[in-house]
């Protein structure tokens, strides 16, 4: 169990909170504006060192100059101590166990996180980014060295990128280097979509009972039939007149069908999020049957979309998983609880241990 006490304090609407956390099930329940996604957001800063949501927003309290994060984890893996996030102004500090920690990415191996959030929820249906990041999320947790890999591929991209704006019509020094590291990128990708297959089969076809076929299929980023480096040179000239190198694995795509058809396309909203929750199964399975320590499960808005055999049947799958979840909700009533899980009432930014009502 990775979490065991989560203290926050001055982030958005919570100054101060204290939350000792349940091995599995771990609910939060008020109304719209009660702070309920404040709680995930820190767990969220402290596992990945950024908000869950893209651009400027004002995370410290108003009338606080700073916020403090920090999560204890739980002895049951010989590890208890703090990781800490803080931050004062526009500067961010991090420590770990007393030490300073240089990098957001040190942060990924001491808390690993799934998050499903309003931005992410509907990925299925999103774009190619959205997708390609989930995708990506789970290769990283099952393979660390991944993490290596897509960074340096993101060097050397931006580095032809100068290079095309500067001097686009000679040799181009990093065609080489690129095309090895997206054909690297796309192989791993390529792998872990066929690995991922069959439990995303599994997982839909136990929770609809359907008998369509839901296939995944990987878009390299490339046109069809040819390598990256050979499209990298036919692209030479034209890449060098807009300034950006526009086919790679960065513009790689996962496609969802349900029998030959588009799944965006034909499936309900309800459908969709009950899809993405099986691809999503998928990949904690397989990071369990890699053996490796499964994330922290952190779900926004747990009720949304599904019908009630669907809240339940989600629960049910990540209890078998045996993962412990942060999730919330404004309705006791609509979610899945036990007696023995946690449950928290929060009311304008303040926790109140058991049931809610
Ligand atoms: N910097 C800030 N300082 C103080 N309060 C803030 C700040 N930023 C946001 N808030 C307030 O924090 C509250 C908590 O928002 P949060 O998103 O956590 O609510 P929630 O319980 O998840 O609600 P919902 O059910 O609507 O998603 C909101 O009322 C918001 O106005």
Not at 123 to 148: K, M, N, P, T, V
Not at 191 to 197: F, H, K, S, W
């Amino acid at each position: 169990m990775p979490v065991a006490v989560l203290e926050i304090r001055n982030l958005r609407c919570i100054e101060h909170m204290q939350l000792a956390a349940g091995p599995r099930w771990n609910w939060l329940v008020g109304a719209n504006g009660a702070g309920k996604s404040t709680v995930l957001e820190a767990l969220h800063l402290l596992g990945l060192g950024q908000s869950w949501r893209r651009g400027p927003r004002q995370l410290i309290r108003d009338g606080s100059s700073c916020f403090l994060l920090s999560v204890l984890r739980n002895e049951d893996l010989g590890l208890n101590d703090r990781i800490v996030l803080e931050q004062n102004g526009g500067e961010r500090q991090m420590r770990f166990a007393g030490e300073h920690l240089r990098s957001q990415w040190a942060l990924l191996e001491l808390l690993p996180i799934q998050a499903i959030h309003s931005g992410n929820s509907e990925f299925i249906a999103g774009s190619a980014d959205d997708r390609r990041r989930q995708l990506d999320w789970g290769i990283y947790r099952r393979h660390r060295e991944y993490g290596d890999h897509l960074r340096q591929y993101r060097r050397l991209l931006a580095q032809r990128n100068a290079w095309l704006r500067s001097q686009g019509h000679k040799e181009d020094p990093w065609e080489h280097l690129l095309a090895g590291a997206g054909e690297l990128l796309h192989e791993y990708r390529s792998r872990e979509i066929a690995y991922l297959q069959e439990g995303l089969c599994h997982f839909w076809k136990e929770r609809t009972g359907s008998t369509s076929e839901i296939r995944l299929h990987l878009q390299s980023g490339w046109r069809d039939g040819m390598r990256f480096a050979e499209v990298l040179r036919e692209d030479r000239s034209s890449d060098a007149e807009t300034g950006f190198t526009r086919s790679g694995p960065h513009r790689a795509n996962v496609l969802f069908r349900v029998d030959g058809r588009s799944a965006a396309d034909s499936l309900s909203r309800g459908q969709l999020r009950t899809l993405g929750n099986c691809f999503r199964l998928a990949q904690l399975q397989a990071i369990k049957d890699s053996g490796l320590e499964l994330p922290v499960v952190l779900i926004d808005d747990f009720a949304a979309e599904l019908d009630p055999a669907g809240r339940l049947w989600w629960r049910q799958q990540l209890d078998a998983l045996g993962v412990q979840v942060f999730a919330a909700g404004t309705e006791a009533a609509a979610l899945p609880m036990n007696a023995e899980d946690c449950q928290w009432t929060i009311q304008a930014g303040q926790l109140r241990e058991g049931k809610p009502s």
